[in-house]
């Protein structure tokens, strides 16, 4: 598992009493599992409730999970969203932010299970959704919105000065296939 950290120039801070952690892994099939362990001291977090699984746009605006990938030496990328409502969505770029477009594939059949201070999500990206190459530079990353409706912003490592997933800088777990 790998802790993701809190961007740290927003006002107030993030939530207190948090540890977001994410894991990733080839499966037989050549898809890309991922893996999430939220805790929290007390539910701070405004979580989604599950829903109908199914593509949606927008689920970075709540609490959502993301995962983005590029293959070697390419500046095209995939950007994964991942709700506990168990909806997601997909995008393909051909460069930095250049005019995602949907990235049609299989639901990824998102499991989330929570309690009062924890919540566990696992999904599975198709193999056919991943761009080409390897090693895939992945970037695990979170929206988590508290009940006060304030966004924080979580992941490995945040390389502007401002939160932004999108950077390749930021892509720095290497797996190979």
Not at 1 to 15: C, D, K, R, Y
Not at 50 to 71: I, K, N, S
Not at 150 to 171: I, M, N, Q, V
Request: hydrophobic share 40%; net charge negative; aromatic share 8%.
């Amino acid at each position: 598992m790998h802790t993701l950290v809190p961007f740290p120039g927003l006002a107030g801070g993030p939530p207190p009493r948090i540890d977001l952690q994410m894991a990733t892994g080839f499966i037989a099939d050549g898809a890309l599992r991922i893996s999430v362990v939220l805790r929290v001291g007390e539910m701070i977090l405004r979580i989604p409730d599950a829903g109908v699984p199914g593509v949606v746009d927008g689920l970075w605006r709540h609490t959502c999970f993301e995962v983005f990938v590029q293959g070697e030496d390419a500046p095209a990328y995939a950007e994964f969203n991942l709700s506990p409502s168990r909806q997601w969505a997909a995008y393909r770029f051909s460069g930095y932010r250049d005019q995602g477009c949907a990235l049609v594939m299989p639901d990824p059949g998102i499991e989330c299970v929570r309690d009062a201070e924890r919540l566990t999500l696992a999904a599975t990206l198709s193999a056919s959704a991943l761009p080409p190459g390897s090693p895939l530079h992945i970037g695990l990353t979170a929206v988590l919105e508290d009940t006060a409706g304030k966004l924080s912003y979580w992941a490995l490592g945040h390389t502007g000065e401002r939160p932004d997933f999108h950077r390749a800088d930021s892509f720095t777990l290497n797996l190979e296939r």
